[in-house]
T-cell receptor
Framework: GAGVSQSPRYKVAKRGQDVALRCDPISGHVSLFWYQQALGQGPEFLTYFQNEAQLDKSGLPSDRFFAERPEGSVSTLKIQRTQQEDSAVYLC???????????FGPGTRLTVL | SQQGEEDPQALSIQEGENATMNCSYKTSINNLQWYRQNSGRGLVHLILIRSNEREKHSGRLRVTLDTSKKSSSLLITASRAADTASYFCATGVMMDSSYKLIFGSGTRLLVRP
């Protein structure tokens, strides 16, 4: 079956714009995770969903970041009033069970000018 | 914040040689996972080792885990040019109702043909 897909793959935003990043997890995967990866660094955890419930949002950098997964499948990460420091690759991952291996999407590279 | 420290940060070897990468972490873990990332691409899951396991093999990969020393190693035997990538260890940490992967900063491996 298809892997995790993310769209758009690349996004350029002017400072102050709102952006929405989409993640389509593997069908049947209960858990969904968002990570942020800065250039040359490992990914950093942002938030975790189990089905439609957001169980952990402790990694979201500020209240400008918001994530949802209303029907327990597709998820959207929204960043309001983007800042230059938001420039990074945003990775989505899903897993069949909470503690099993995570399958990552290709990421969305966000550049804020 | 990243939990893992990976050593070395960069490694250059000749095709056919073995490559060893080490990872240390700080907190209690549920499992430890290794991922590969080619330049500009998503993360590919390599292997998962549970906290009660000491060693695991998958093809040319061998992973060890020492929970008393809070460390893990990834050995790639008979390396190939196609193994050139960044390798990340990630600790699976369960806390309250949440679960997350905490990544190290990665080892950049170059396999020279």
């Amino acid at each position: 079956g298809a892997g995790v897909s993310q769209s758009p793959r690349y996004k350029v935003a002017k400072r102050g714009q709102d952006v929405a990043l989409r993640c389509d997890p593997i069908s049947g995967h209960v858990s969904l995770f968002w990570y942020q990866q800065a250039l040359g660094q490992g990914p950093e955890f942002l938030t975790y969903f189990q089905n439609e419930a957001q169980l952990d949002k402790s990694g979201l950098p500020s209240d400008r970041f918001f994530a949802e997964r209303p029907e327990g499948s597709v998820s959207t990460l929204k960043i309001q009033r983007t800042q230059q420091e938001d420039s990074a690759v945003y990775l989505c991952a899903s897993s069949f069970r909470t503690v099993s291996e995570q399958f990552f999407g290709p990421g969305t590279r966000l550049t804020v000018l | 914040s990243q939990q893992g420290e990976e050593d070395p940060q960069a490694l250059s070897i000749q095709e056919g040689e073995n490559a060893t990468m080490n990872c240390s972490y700080k907190t209690s873990i549920n499992n430890l996972q290794w991922y590969r990332q080619n330049s500009g691409r998503g993360l590919v899951h390599l292997i998962l080792i549970r906290s009660n396991e000491r060693e695991k093999h998958s093809g040319r990969l061998r992973v060890t885990l020492d929970t008393s020393k809070k460390s893990s190693s990834l050995l790639i035997t008979a390396s190939r040019a196609a193994d050139t990538a960044s390798y990340f260890c990630a600790t699976g940490v369960m806390m309250d109702s949440s679960y997350k992967l905490i990544f190290g900063s990665g080892t950049r491996l170059l396999v020279r043909p």
